[in-house]
Structures are given as structure tokens and as C-alpha cells.
């Protein structure tokens, strides 16, 4: 690395600042440029064994660790609306139960 020939010591605050600020830009456009170079090399080593990038790192979406309950009541004025117990009552069981109707009443 050579060594610039700048004097800092008589560069008012305003260049210094000025200096500063095109050497971060310039870092950021080295890391971009870095970063799609290895991005490509990564594609190409993918490549080579018959994958995408995506394919690699992503691979298949995961199965969610928490599965959905099995529905235990169903809304008598519509059998497709159902609940499992868990979680917040839907609006049509708070309903039934304040028009006197029980859970077991609403059980499947």
C-alpha cells in the first residue's frame, strides 16, 4: 500500500471531513464489489455440482415447529367456521356463549 503524499496536518476540518467522507464511499463500493464477486464464485461453485445458489442456502422451506390444532367446535349457523380451544375465542363463540349457549353445546 503506498503512502499518499496529502499533509493532513494542514487540511482545514471542512477537507478533512470531505477526505473522510470519499474514503467511506470508496470502502463501501470495494465491499459491493467484494461482495458480487464472491456472490458469483459462489453461484459458479453451485453450478459445477448441478445446484442454483438458492438451492444451496435455501434449500426446501422448513416445516414449522408448531402444528395447527385439530378443530373441537364449529359455529352451528356455519359448520366451515370451526375452532381448536386455543388461542382468542372467535367473534361467533363469544356470541353463542352470550346468547346462553355452552362450549360443549358447540363441541364436534
Do not use: C
Not at 458469483?40 to 445458489?53: C, D, M, N, R, T
Not at 385439530?70 to 359448520?79: E, G, I, Q, T
Amino acid at each position: 500500500m503506498a503512502k499518499t503524499d496529502i499533509d493532513f496536518e494542514s487540511l482545514s476540518q471542512a477537507e478533512l471531513v470531505d477526505i473522510i467522507e470519499s474514503a467511506q464511499k470508496a470502502l463501501r463500493t470495494v465491499e459491493t464489489r467484494r461482495r458480487a464477486e464472491a456472490k458469483k464464485a459462489a453461484e459458479q461453485a453451485a453450478k459445477e455440482f448441478g445446484f442454483s445458489l438458492e438451492e444451496v442456502l435455501g434449500g426446501a422451506p422448513k416445516a414449522s415447529k408448531q402444528t395447527k390444532g385439530v378443530p373441537k367446535y364449529a359455529n352451528p349457523a356455519d359448520k366451515s367456521q370451526t375452532w381448536t380451544g386455543r388461542g382468542r375465542k372467535p367473534q361467533w363463540v363469544i356470541d353463542a356463549l352470550e346468547n346462553g349457549h355452552s362450549l360443549d353445546e358447540l363441541a364436534l
